[in-house]
């Protein structure tokens, strides 16, 4: 159930500078222009791109906004799946808050709205607590995913841990 293009989920800090970046570009900030580049060179690579609920229903409150819209157009809002909030609960165990938690969670157990991937391969974040509590823990995420996806059905027991990353850093690796 993986995407034959690249997946990638932008947590609310990048939708925040993307938006922010588009209604004054004029006067970016460096995280706003690096997330609009960011997103610029996922357009370009035809990435598919999503966003949690929770950020699409916060952006839908702004719609009335072009650039709101302008950027609604090129993500994709990206659900729970099955397991997701078995998976959330068990990442909080490893010192993640409970919004960290349904983030990673759904990077791993979410899907698309036809129920066609699981998960995405790569989670960008500028929250750097976030992404250096991952990869400390990322060993005991590993064997804790690898435990609990044993006794699992298809294509659940398929379920891999995302790459958490900075934009910058996800940018470099898009070339």
Not at 13 to 18: G, L, N, T
Not at 143 to 171: C, K, N, W, Y
């Amino acid at each position: 159930m993986l995407s034959p293009l690249p997946t990638y989920l932008l947590d609310k800090s990048v939708v925040r500078r993307i938006v922010e970046g588009l209604t004054h570009p004029d006067r970016l900030t460096d995280e706003e222009a690096m997330a609009i580049a960011f997103w610029r060179a996922l357009r370009e690579s035809k990435s598919r791109m999503f966003i949690s609920a929770e950020t699409a229903n916060i952006m839908k409150r702004f719609s009335t906004w072009r650039e709101v819209r302008l950027f609604l157009g090129t993500v994709e809002t990206m659900r729970a799946g099955k397991y997701f909030k078995r998976w959330a609960r068990r990442l909080q165990e490893h010192s993640f808050t409970m919004e960290d938690a349904k983030v990673l969670g759904l990077a791993t157990y979410g899907t698309d709205a036809a129920g066609e991937i699981l998960g995405v391969g790569v989670m960008v974040t500028f929250d750097r607590p976030l992404i250096n509590n991952y990869e400390a823990q990322r060993p005991a995420l590993e064997r804790r995913l690898q435990a609990m996806t044993a006794q699992l059905s298809p294509p659940f027991r398929d379920a891999g841990l995302p790459e958490v990353m900075h934009p910058i850093e996800a940018l470099f690796l898009l070339g």
